[in-house]
């Protein structure tokens, strides 16, 4: 509910107010458009300035922002009468904890709808993730053991500070050694999901075991450079041990026990809006009273 104020030069569209709720990260764009510079494809936010001149009526109805201060993770605020939190930090103790408020109701957001309304809960969850992913430029890690007794190891983020998220559901367990190191146990047919954020290198280090040629360990360690790794790494246990494949596909038509999958997101500017802002969704949200 923080108004965001604008004086143009000229004293362009004094007085005008909009109603449409927006971001901080719009700021930055409307500076570019109203001096007349191009929005670089990978800067957050769009321009304000159609919404000062009418030209656009739909505004924007969902907003997100990330709180990395104790990792609390990316919260959603719907046409200033819904806010969803989801935490994704890579800490069990935390890891995927949900926070649901109706704001018309409970401004200083004190009851947590999220029990009493799991489905809303969930719908929001999904869409925001997925919007995450596709807004920020990040690396996505995805292990999977299909065929062995366990998978073993750590990662490790070189890095000073918390950079592994989580991006969805994982079945997979782990838990923190230090700040930026993990250790995870991968049973079979269980998978493991990570973001890796604003990071140089990834250490990972991998035991299979029960899967090797003969029937011992497989072990893995690997020290690979994030930025050269985002055009995509598969990495894969056949028969002759771990090795690397060119793409997914020759990957998965390979023997593989268990996969290492390291790949940047397909950041485009404005992708990822539409799952925020589909109709149907703001259907459900208005059919069950959150959104009038």
Aim: glycine share 8%; hydrophobic share 35%.
């Amino acid at each position: 509910m923080v108004p965001l104020i604008f004086f143009l030069p000229g004293d362009r569209a004094g007085g005008s107010v909009v109603d449409q709720q927006v971001g901080s990260v719009d700021i930055y764009p409307t500076i570019l458009d109203v001096l007349g510079i191009d929005v670089p494809r990978e800067v957050d936010g769009r321009s304000l300035l159609p919404l000062i001149r009418g030209e656009d009526d739909a505004g924007q109805s969902g907003v997100w922002s990330y709180a990395a201060y104790e990792n609390r993770g990316v919260s959603l605020r719907i046409d200033n009468q819904v806010k969803y939190i989801f935490n994704n930090s890579a800490h069990p103790e935390v890891s995927q904890s949900q926070e649901l408020y109706q704001l018309s109701d409970d401004g200083d957001e004190l009851t947590n709808l999220v029990d009493k309304d799991p489905e809303t809960a969930d719908r929001l969850r999904k869409r925001l993730v997925s919007y995450y992913q596709s807004a920020t430029p990040s690396a996505h890690l995805m292990m999977e053991n299909t065929g062995c007794e366990k998978v073993h190891g750590t990662i490790r983020i070189a890095s000073l500070m918390t950079h592994l998220k989580v991006v969805e559901a994982v079945r997979g367990k782990w838990r923190n050694l230090s700040e930026n190191h993990v250790e995870i146990d991968i049973d079979q047919g269980e998978d493991l999901r990570f973001f890796v954020e604003s990071s140089k290198r990834i250490e990972i280090d991998l035991q299979a075991q029960g899967c090797g040629v003969d029937g011992s360990s497989a072990k893995l360690r690997r020290s690979i450079d994030v930025e050269e790794a985002k055009a995509g790494l598969f990495l894969g246990l056949a028969d002759s041990g771990w090795k690397d494949f060119e793409n997914s596909e020759l990957l998965e038509s390979a023997v593989s026990a268990a996969t290492v999958i390291l790949r940047g997101s397909e950041r485009e500017r404005g992708a990822g809006e539409d799952v925020m802002e589909e109709e149907r969704v703001l259907e459900q949200l208005r059919s069950l009273g959150y959104i009038q």
